[in-house]
């Protein structure tokens, strides 16, 4: 049979998708191994059981210095820079998202202005943002905004314009206006592929919100990252990395459910399609 | 009362013509079947009735007025394709027009108006025979069952006028049949007056009071976008036999060829 017509059980796929894990843990744990017998003050590559320390170290105790535990309040300080931003986005993606696919008008005002600030690398402005907001909250919520709006609105009007033409006309024959149009027929239908986007969008507000804080933070899991950096302390690095992937596969899985339970139209007619 | 008068309408894309001297009237109650071949501007010339492209020359008028450049309640439509809202439920997609009628900001009504628009919903889904799925969304529809929503969404603006651009094309041959039962039911019944696009020649022919046919009669071979298609028969249909039918079909087989050459 050609390989292209042959395809794994379910359990076999299981397996299959848990081997390069099970391989890359395997190999660190050799490597990490052998650098310990030959030195066993080693940092580069610690063990499991030094690893385990750190984190029941910053995660389960006290710190000495502000009475926090540490993995927690930089996990809390992190999400809630991360949701501000993100939600200022999306409400953004929307809203222009929305005026440029339906009225002409505005997109041919708007267009333009957008495209070219979606082309602008939001870390060149970095430095800008400190100077105009500060080294506080707002310039990091600003800087993820900016990294992560103009494709979300881009991407949003681009929707509208894709959907068909015959929804807007049959709008206008129910007596619908403009105003209507949006409300009844755009909005509802750009909420899953607003959600959709928020998920691609995932990863770029990630890498701005850990660049923010690795510049100039006093809290959160960037900054703690690039704090214990001058220590070589991988043993804290490697855990938050791991914590910090798990963090945002659950936030990925948690907005494909709940797209699913609030838009069953949207995926069954995705489903109808392919 | 003539409902609909068309004088003297030609469009043109540029330098293409593709329709020209498009001259009748059509009275209240009438049901047209428009045929002819692709590109031969049936669908151009239902566009202008509806609202969303204007007559490069000539008027068209309903009721005597000139008609509005953009689509209105007194034209209801439906497409081959994506006439229903995906995101709304089959009931919910027949009542949307008597919301946004009832609730100007924001186009959903409540309480005592919501039940009376459901009910006035419901029986128009009875009429197409939709009652069973009146919370199923688009999508799991069949192609006939959304095409029976589609005209049960628009006849609940009570439209003057009601456009079917081959609203059947995409349906089996048995669905087809009943489809036809269907649209004939609704027309005897609202009285409304109907404009259908068909490229079936025997649906023209058994639907319907009115046969127009659209064909390109003057052609020239060097620019072949020099002329446009006109109605070339225009025919009422209790006096349309057999052979006329015949006849009609092999003109439009052959302009079809032409055109086809000609690109």
């Not at chain 1, 939600?87 to 495209?115: E, Q």
């Not at chain 2, 799991?140 to 069952?145: A, N, V």
């Amino acid at each position: 049979m050609r390989l292209i017509n042959l395809s794994p059980s379910k359990p076999l796929a299981a397996v299959l998708g848990l081997l390069p894990f099970i391989v890359l843990l395997l190999l660190y744990l050799n490597a990490s191994e052998a650098r310990l017998a030959e030195n066993p003050n080693d940092k580069l590559l610690p063990g499991l059981t030094a690893m385990v320390d750190s984190v029941q170290r910053l995660g389960f105790t006290e710190d000495v210095r502000s009475g926090e535990y540490l993995l927690w309040s930089d996990t809390q300080a992190s999400l809630k820079r991360l949701a501000t931003g993100l939600a200022v986005s999306a409400s953004l993606a929307l809203m222009v998202g929305i005026l440029l696919g339906t009225l002409p008008y505005f997109r041919a005002l708007a267009g333009p202005i957008v495209a070219a600030i979606s082309m602008v690398p939001p870390m060149a402005i970095l430095p800008i943002l400190f100077i105009v907001f500060g080294l506080g909250e707002l310039s990091k919520v600003v800087l993820i905004v900016i990294g992560t709006a103009p494709v979300m609105i881009r991407d949003m009007a681009q929707r509208v314009l894709d959907m068909p033409r015959e929804q807007f006309i049959k709008l206008q024959t129910l007596g619908g206006n403009s105003w209507h149009l949006m409300l009844r027929v755009v909005l509802p239908q750009l909420l899953p592929r607003l959600l959709a986007a928020l998920r691609l969008s995932l990863g770029a507000a990630w890498l701005f919100l850990i660049a923010a804080e690795a510049i100039a933070s006093t809290d959160g899991l960037g900054y703690r990252i690039f704090l214990v950096r001058r220590y070589l302390a991988m043993d804290v690095i490697l855990p938050y990395v791991v914590w910090i992937t798990l963090l945002a596969w659950l936030m990925d899985i948690g907005l494909r459910v709940l797209s699913r339970k609030m838009f069953p139209w949207f995926h069954g007619q995705q489903e109808g399609e392919a | 009362m003539k409902l609909i008068e068309v004088k003297q309408v030609s469009k043109k894309y540029g330098d293409n013509v593709v329709l020209e001297r498009l001259d009748f009237s059509v009275e209240a109650g009438e049901f047209c079947t428009m045929v002819g071949t692709s590109g031969c501007g049936k669908t151009t010339f239902l566009r202008m009735l509806l609202g969303e492209e204007t007559p490069s020359g000539g008027q068209i008028l309903l009721d005597g007025k000139p008609l509005p450049d953009e689509p209105g309640e007194d034209r209801g439509v439906v497409f081959q394709r994506y006439s229903v809202f995906p995101h709304l439920t089959v009931i919910d997609n027949v009542m949307l027009g008597a919301e946004l009628k009832s609730s100007r900001w924001i186009g959903k009504s409540f309480g005592a108006r919501r039940q009376e628009i459901r009910r006035e919903a419901k029986e128009l889904l009875d009429a197409v025979g939709l009652d069973h799925a009146l919370s199923r969304y688009p999508a799991e529809l069949s192609g006939g069952m959304q095409q029976r929503l589609a005209i049960a969404q628009a006849l609940i603006m009570k439209p003057r006028v009601l456009l079917l651009d081959e609203p059947f094309g995409a349906l089996d041959p048995g669905i087809r049949t009943d489809m036809h039962h269907l649209v004939l039911k609704l027309w005897r019944e609202t009285g409304v007056t109907v404009f259908m696009i068909t490229h079936d020649l025997k649906e023209g022919f058994s639907l319907g009071t009115r046969l127009m046919v659209f064909d390109k009669i003057r052609r020239d071979a060097q620019a072949p976008n020099a002329y446009g298609a006109t109605i070339t028969y225009d025919l009422p249909l209790k006096h349309a036999d057999q052979s006329t039918q015949d006849s009609i079909a092999s003109e439009v087989a052959q302009t079809s060829r032409l055109l086809a050459g000609a690109k």
